[in-house]
């Protein structure tokens, strides 16, 4: 073998001054670099974590009110009854009343048990009204108190078609409240509706 140049001996001392920085760059340099930025990361994130924690913290008293508010205004959406029977009747006497109010009239009340939740009363009404009249008593029904849930909704105005002229229109309603006594009643409705 022949010895090799000083042109060639400077060449390979540059690789292996090269192949030394790589190795030393790869075994050192780099998992110090990418542990620091990681670290960094980490550190960013945890800072905004503990931002949104100290803001629900300081916000724990604005949620205890709502719920204060919450809880006593639950007795909003129950029917005041002791019984399914009671809630039942109720139920069917309001409506009824509206009828009466608005002028429509009611061709059918069906107590609906054995869809109901625990807890709640169902009832389907059939009735012949104007479209005026069913707005209205749609509006009612969402702003009087206690709330009721209108579950069904079918409109039919087959006689207007057949007649062409204006009729009343063909309506089912299905509507839902819970019921209970006071405090009870309350606090059993949101669990019915979870069930």
Do not use: N
């Amino acid at each position: 073998m022949k010895p090799l140049t000083a042109r060639e001996r400077r060449l390979v001392a540059i690789g292996l001054a090269v192949a030394a920085v790589a190795v030393l760059w790869l075994a050192l340099v780099q998992p110090i670099a990418s542990g620091l930025s990681h670290r960094a990361a980490e550190r960013r994130e945890l800072t905004a974590q503990w931002r949104r924690q100290t803001r629900l913290i300081a916000e724990q008293a604005s949620w205890l009110r709502a719920a204060r508010r919450e809880s006593l205004a639950a007795t909003d959406f129950v029917l005041p009854a002791p019984t399914e029977e009671a809630a039942v009747e109720t139920l069917k006497s309001r409506l009824q009343r509206l009828a009466g109010d608005q002028g429509f009239q009611i061709t059918g009340l069906t107590d609906l048990p054995a869809a109901a939740p625990p807890g709640f009363v169902r009832l389907r009404a059939d009735m012949q009204l104007t479209l005026a009249q069913l707005t209205l008593a749609l509006r009612q029904l969402e702003t009087e108190d206690p709330y009721v849930v209108v579950e069904y909704l079918s409109v039919s105005a087959d006689r207007a078609l057949a007649s062409g002229k204006l009729s009343p229109l063909d309506v089912r309603l299905e509507i839902s409240a819970p019921f209970g006594t006071g405090a009870a009643g309350a606090q059993a409705a949101p669990e019915a509706l979870l069930r």
